[in-house]
Nanobody
Framework: QVQLVESGGGLVQAGDSLRLSCVAS????????MGWFRQAPGKEREFVAA?????????YYADSVKGRFTISRDNAKSTLSLQMNSLEPEDTAAYYC?????????????????WGQGTQVTVSS
């Protein structure tokens, strides 16, 4: 069992930056691939970014955030991060971190085993 707790959301203006964190319980964090998804009201949960398990640090991004967002992990601290720069009103959503198996297709929400409770990001224009 892995518990995930997100933090770092808030209300910002367009062009600002935010850094989201997701802290995992347990000692098996490094064995999971990790991802960030977001969900706006009335919309499906959508892929934002993901990073491979272990220490290889292979990353994946949705086209809508490529070049603006950076995902990273610190296995020693069981922490996943998402640095979000040049935020846009379209980035407004609840952001969720998830843990998936090492061989999972990381862009699909249904492949994630554990989820955090989410943290709200609101970007005003």
């Amino acid at each position: 069992q892995v518990q995930l707790v997100e933090s770092g959301g808030g209300l910002v203006q367009a062009g600002d930056s935010l850094r989201l964190s997701c802290v995992a319980s347990g000692r098996t964090f490094a064995t999971y691939a990790m991802g960030w998804f977001r969900q706006a009201p009335g919309k499906e949960r959508e892929f934002v970014a993901a990073i491979s398990w272990g220490w290889t640090g292979i990353t994946y991004y949705a086209d809508s955030v490529k070049g603006r967002f950076t995902i990273s992990r610190d296995n020693a601290k069981s922490t996943l991060s998402l640095q979000m720069n040049s935020l846009e009103p379209e980035d407004t959503a609840a952001y969720y971190c998830g843990a998936a198996g090492a061989t999972a297709t990381l862009t699909k929400a249904e492949n994630y085993i554990y989820w955090g409770q989410g943290t709200q990001v609101t970007v005003s224009s």
